[in-house]
């Protein structure tokens, strides 16, 4: 974070954001923040002034002159009685109003208790200064950064519980055919729960599948046609293959294996073999 007496800013040295593609707010408390200060503020982000835990402003795009209560009369009366420090604390917080990508994981129970794994990726946005304001007020800052992974550690039950919701009364084999009632039912739940915090729900994706890496070819083996007891002995078969078996085609088919072929007829053993004629 490049920041001087005289300018404040996000931009780095070598021109890269300090805010990037994964931090959602980003905060600085620093003591040569006095009125007169520039407050630059980018073309996607939006910057809030605090004293003391009060909101002096909300800035969007542009270039501000800071106006502080630190007067230069009173601003050195004040420094004096303080160590030649100011009294006064400004904290700026510039919040990213990018579209940022966030994603959850998670495991959830079929209605026969199987276990799937999901993930949900979703993006979101800071829309207003309204929303800029609601968000540094109910999602607190653990240090100096409110970054995705965050975000994403409050949707997680929200998510959780839509997905449940659904995946819970419904047999393992007829998940995928209730995605959209899934998304659906995560849309919902995710952009009431997201709103509190000033956070727009912009397009969510959701994928579901098995948690258990044999229960998921064995459902896709059904999936092109096969009966359960079909899908088992391809199943096997496939396995058997990987192994270098040379009787993968009979697990596959259900037939027995056997060695060599079956005896056409008798024949005379010769002198060859120690046999006498």
């Not at 959701?206 to 079909?230: F, K």
Request: some cysteine.
């Amino acid at each position: 974070m490049a920041i001087t007496r005289q300018v404040i800013t996000t931009v780095r040295n070598d021109g890269s954001d300090a805010l990037g593609t994964r931090t959602v707010a980003y905060k600085i408390a620093d003591e040569s923040i006095v009125s007169g200060s520039l407050l630059t503020v980018e073309s996607n982000h939006f910057c809030v002034l605090k004293s003391r835990g009060a909101v002096l402003d909300v800035y969007e795009t542009g270039q501000y002159a800071i106006e502080t209560p630190d007067k230069p009369l009173i601003g050195s009366i004040a420094k004096g009685f303080f160590g030649g420090s100011s009294p006064w604390v400004y904290e700026v917080i510039y919040i990213n109003r990018s579209k940022l990508l966030v994603r959850n994981s998670g495991i959830a129970t079929s209605a026969e208790m199987a276990e799937v794994s999901y993930v949900v990726d979703y993006y979101i946005h800071i829309d207003s200064k309204q929303e800029a304001l609601d968000l540094i007020s109910h999602m607190p800052f653990s240090g100096t950064v409110i970054d995705t992974n965050e975000v994403a550690d409050y949707a997680g039950p929200a998510i959780e519980q839509a997905i449940n919701q659904i995946v819970q009364v419904t047999k393992l084999e007829n998940i995928n055919e209730h995605i959209n009632d899934v998304r659906e039912a995560v849309k919902v739940h995710l952009a009431d729960f997201l709103k509190v915090y000033g956070i727009m729900l912009n397009d969510l994706k959701v994928l579901i599948m098995p948690r258990d890496e044999r229960m998921r070819e064995l459902i896709s083996l059904q999936a092109i046609g096969l009966t359960p007891i079909e899908s088992v002995r391809y199943y096997l078969a496939l396995k058997m293959a990987e192994k270098g078996l040379v009787s993968a085609p009979n697990a596959a088919v259900g037939m027995p294996f056997a060695i060599g072929g079956q005896p056409t007829g008798f024949y005379p053993l010769g002198p060859e073999v120690g046999v006498p004629t």
